[in-house]
């Protein structure tokens, strides 16, 4: 079935640094969105992409949908303590209506 | 508030027990999504409708599961005779055709002892 490909697993930063992390699949896909989920809550919805090559942004965070169609990345800049948390990609495939969802990239933060 | 609760927040239950869980969207028409996330993973669907119509169900989704939504409202997800690996958060979405995004309730998280 399809799969996404979420990198980093994790990544230990320092506040005020720039993060970005990305997404692909061997498949292409109409739709990317990136979430953040903070323990024991569902995810949150922080950006949605239509178009292959838009850039979005949404305050710190910006997010791009792959030209390929089989790629995003998500960067948030000069990153502050509450940005920790777990950030998952997830595409919607060209046939059907489900989401698809990476595992996830675990965001700490030092201050 | 993202326009979607979910009744229970935390169930424990004993195995071999059935647990029923409760979603509540903020609009009748829309697509409500069933999903199960485990530890260290994403969200993985389960099911979804169309108002009351149930149009996808997951291989994930075993005899064990059903999922309604009589009025094109609310939904329940049942499961019977829980087993030790259903132990999971089970999440609740909505979306709003044309558009794709999902937008998630807060989950029940289940545990089965």
């Known amino acids: 079935g399809q799969q996404l490909n979420q990198s980093p697993q994790s990544m230990f930063i320092q506040e005020g640094e720039d993060v970005s992390m990305n997404c692909t699949s061997s498949?292409?896909?109409?739709?990317w969105l990136w979430y953040k989920q903070d323990p024991g809550e569902g995810p949150v919805l922080l950006i949605a992409?239509?178009?292959?090559?838009e850039l979005t942004s949404n305050g710190r965070l910006t997010a791009q949908f792959g030209i390929t169609r089989k790629d995003s990345f998500l960067n948030i800049s000069a990153s502050i303590p509450s940005d920790v948390g777990i950030y998952f990609c997830a595409g919607r495939p060209e046939y059907g209506n489900k989401l698809v969802f990476g595992a996830g990239t675990i965001l700490r933060v030092k201050s | 508030d993202t326009g979607v609760s979910q009744d229970p927040r935390h169930k424990i239950t004993k195995r071999g027990q059935n647990v029923t869980f409760r979603c509540d969207p903020i609009?009748?028409?829309?697509?409500l999504y069933w999903y199960r996330q485990t530890l260290g993973q994403g969200p993985e669907f389960l099911t979804y409708?169309?108002?009351?119509?149930?149009?996808?169900k997951s291989r994930l989704l075993s005899d064990r599961f059903s999922a309604e939504r009589p009025k094109g409202s609310f939904s329940t997800l049942e499961i019977q005779r829980t087993e030790q690996g259903d132990s999971a958060m089970y999440l609740c979405a909505r979306s709003q055709p044309p558009n794709t995004e999902a937008f998630f309730g807060q989950g029940t998280r289940l545990t089965v002892v």
């Open positions: 992409l239509y178009k292959a090559g």
């Open positions: 409708f169309q108002n009351e119509a149930q149009l996808e």
């Open positions: 609009s009748e028409h829309n697509r």
């Open positions: 498949s292409i896909f109409n739709t």
